[in-house]
């Protein structure tokens, strides 16, 4: 059955270039209203035009869809509540939120400066908590809501150079963790898309013909998938070049020590079965790790 997206009204964050510009022109071209958010700042955040977000409204409404352009930066909350507040005044609602705005700050963590350090947590991580908070409570009230993260490999596995982009983009992941349990009952689902793609954010780190082999396009069709009304929850998407996976995060069946057995040397010789993976299980909340581990302890008793 075909996605659409007819009557929603979705938010795209850096959406002016590469993948935001592909995920808003093809939720559009679905027929969703799109507010094209940019601040038209370089790779690196600095600078600001509301060009690219405007060349892009114009190739959707050439398309017959319906857009408007804001310019408003992540980081700034005041300036995300006004982009929403743009979208209900025009639309009544928002139903689908990207976030996908980023910037980029790569430097080995002995020569990252704190600044940047802050800087790219800042929009990355608190970009996507500033536009989260701005449309949760109305998609609470209105019963529906899809909300994206868009986290990375770098975050989940590491990459030389990005332990500040690494640690934003891990830190959505648990943002997303949580949001699924407090939206559950709102109908609003949380995940988080892991894109590999040829965008600006990465033209010099690779070859021409991989950067083609790496099209926007491809993670976009991911990306629609989790903005549907039949998308899954919780779930982190990779997508890149016509390659589609899930990553997971999950838990060993572990170890249970006596009092009396409960010390360093005591761990390190059960290191082999407490690392064991036949038993492994992905747990569905925080408390769940505390209940395995009582339930152990009780069955001692």
Known sequence: MTIRFDNKV????????????????????????????????????????????EEVVALIKA???????HG?????????????????????????????AGILRDKSFSKMSLEDFKLVMDVHLMGSVNCTKAVWDLMREQNYGRIVMTTSSSGMYGNFGQSNYGAAKMALVGLMNT?????????????????????????????????????PEA???????????????RTILCAGAGGYATANMFETEGIFLPIAEQTPEAVREQWAQL???????????????????????MAAL
């Open 275 to 297: 690392t064991n993976q036949e038993q492994q299980c992905a747990l569905e909340a925080g408390v769940k790790q505390s209940e395995k581990f009582v339930m152990k302890a």
């Open 72 to 100: 408003a930066n992540v980081a700034n909350f005041d300036e995300v509540q006004d982009m929403v507040d743009t979208a209900v005044s025009r639309w009544g609602k928002v139903d689908i939120l990207v976030n996908n």
């Open 179 to 215: 949001l699924v349990l407090e939206g559950a009952k709102h109908n609003i689902k949380v995940n988080a898309l892991a894109p590999t793609a040829g965008t600006r954010m990465t033209e010099d780190l690779m070859p021409e013909q991989m950067v083609k082999i790496l099209a």
């Open 63 to 69: 398309n017959g869809g319906d857009a408007i352009s």
């Open 219 to 233: 993670v976009t069709a991911g990306l629609i998938t989790l903005c549907d009304e039949d998308a899954p929850n």
């Open 10 to 53: 979705a938010i795209v964050t850096g959406a002016g270039n590469g993948l935001g510009r592909a995920h808003a022109l093809e939720l559009a071209a679905r027929g969703a209203k799109v507010v094209v958010n940019d601040l038209g700042g370089a790779r690196d955040g600095s600078g600001q035009s509301s060009q690219a977000s």
